[in-house]
């Protein structure tokens, strides 16, 4: 039986490639980071709200200038996934752009990039944007009721990805395709991942973790059949998460969990569930010893070889 879950790969020792990895662990970056035409830093600062539950993050402020941006990695990368923990700020006045890069083109001198960015004031909307120097073009945006959940009602985490094949461009919120995508545009190749912030009436930060940048390989994204939405909640947990996803054909899957390092840490098979084509399974942030697990990261995977998810164990 073949799972058509839309899973991101993330687990370079199982199924696809990990090419970069940001946690701000320990209170240090793991990245060489580099400013974006304005100078600024990648700031590590403790915060106990952070999604990865080590009180750890980075922030990207605009002291000097409205924009403020970082970017990592190498600029030779073209196609690629790119995540993160992006703190949204909410306020009716601020004006904030918060978000996640990619394709930073600093090399040929106009200083281009995509990104995704929230915009939680009056405007009420999400944006997916290409930049050349200040200058922006909307590729799309999504407005309340285009957006998983509707506008938070406050400041709060959420997970940005991008995916990036060719000219075509996904988006995601909270690990749910937006409307529309994919999109077309080829006006950047290649370029590095980073973290934006934008307001030109306040000084203020993004404030982000959990970044991974993967490659975008192994599962059926690119194939001809139609895949499934897929949801795994709650994502971060702190005593049981659950995914549920929809399968092809009659039969019960088995599910692994393993830690960021690629080991095993529980077969869950026996929580599996199927009512019709719909798949759920749960787990209690235990292992196979039945002690509790640390908070970290922690993949939910399936035996047949078709992808894995991330979730988030909160202390």
């Known amino acids: 039986m073949k799972l058509i879950c839309t899973i991101m790969l993330l687990s370079s020792m199982l199924f696809g490639q990990i090419l970069y990895e940001e946690h701000f662990t320990g209170g240090a970056t793991q990245l060489q980071w580099d400013p974006w035409v304005i100078y600024t830093t990648m700031d590590v600062v403790n915060d106990p709200t952070t999604p990865g539950g080590d009180s750890w993050i980075g922030s990207v402020s605009n002291d000097s200038a409205p924009i403020a941006a970082m970017y990592a990695g190498s600029y030779d990368l073209n196609d690629y996934i790119a995540e993160a923990w992006i703190f949204t700020e909410v306020s009716p006045a601020m004006g904030s752009y918060n978000g996640l890069c990619v394709r930073i083109d600093t090399a040929t001198g106009v200083n281009a990039m995509y990104h995704m960015v929230s915009d939680f004031d009056n405007s009420a909307r999400l944006m997916l944007r290409h930049i050349t120097g200040a200058t922006p073009s909307v590729i799309r945006e999504w407005t309340a009721g285009e957006i998983p959940g509707g506008i938070p009602a406050s400041s709060s985490w959420h997970k940005f990805k991008i995916k990036i094949v060719a000219d075509s461009i996904w988006a995601y919120y909270d690990d749910v395709e937006l409307p529309g995508s994919p999109f077309i545009d080829n006006r950047v190749t290649k370029g590095y991942f980073g973290i934006y912030f934008f307001n030109a009436l306040a000084f203020s930060s993004t404030n982000c973790d959990d970044i991974v940048v993967s490659s975008p390989t192994g599962i059926n994204e690119y194939g001809s059949e139609p895949l499934s939405t897929f949801s795994v909640y709650p994502n971060p947990f702190r005593t049981e998460t659950a995914i549920r996803c929809q399968i092809s054909d009659v039969g019960i899957p088995s599910f692994r969990i393993y830690d960021a390092a690629g080991r095993l840490v529980r077969d869950i098979s026996s929580q599996v569930s199927v009512?019709?084509?719909?798949?759920?399974?749960?787990?209690?942030?235990r292992d196979d010893a039945g002690k509790?697990?640390?908070?970290?990261?922690?993949?939910?995977?399936?035996?047949?070889?078709?992808?894995?998810?991330?979730?988030?164990?909160?202390?």
């Open 292 to 315: 509790t697990v640390s908070p970290g990261v922690y993949f939910f995977a399936d035996t047949y070889g078709n992808g894995l998810e991330k979730v988030i164990k909160l202390r």
């Open 275 to 285: 009512i019709g084509n719909q798949i759920s399974v749960s787990w209690d942030g």
